[in-house]
């Protein structure tokens, strides 16, 4: 059974940093690709960022571009995502997922598990 468990969410001023962690249980993961997702009250969720297990390559959603940093530490199957330059758009609950795939995707229906979130609120 698959465990993804997200830590690290809280409340922090405009232009604040938080780093989340996703710690995953159950499987070998590397082979697959783990992301980050964000979903706000009354949105869908969307992506924010993604990285392969194996060889560490990433992906952002473009507004995340240069603000969030997706990290890993395969020895203790962490994913993590550092938040920098907050703003209040960002606040959302953040769930990490784990992909079918080996690649990096952006679409939701692409992971097929999922942890339950962390909420992240930024104040302005």
């Known amino acids: 059974q698959v465990q993804l468990v997200e830590t690290g969410g809280g409340l922090v001023q405009t232009g604040g940093s938080l780093r989340l962690s996703c710690a995953a249980s159950?499987?070998?993961?590397?082979?697959?690709?783990m992301g980050w997702f964000r979903q706000a009250p009354g949105k869908e969720r969307e992506f924010v960022a993604a990285?392969?297990?194996?060889?560490?390559?990433?992906y952002y959603a473009e507004s995340m571009k240069g603000r969030f940093t997706i990290s890993k530490d395969n020895a203790k199957n962490t994913v993590y995502l550092q938040m920098n330059s907050l703003k209040p758009e960002d606040t959302a609950v953040y769930y990490c997922?784990?992909?079918?795939?080996?690649?990096?995707?952006?679409?939701?229906?692409?992971?097929?598990?999922w942890g339950q979130g962390t909420q992240v609120t930024v104040s302005s």
């Open positions: 159950g499987r070998t993961f590397s082979t697959y690709a």
């Open positions: 990285i392969r297990w194996g060889g560490g390559s990433t």
């Open positions: 997922a784990v992909s079918r795939f080996s690649w990096l995707s952006t679409l939701v229906g692409d992971y097929d598990y």
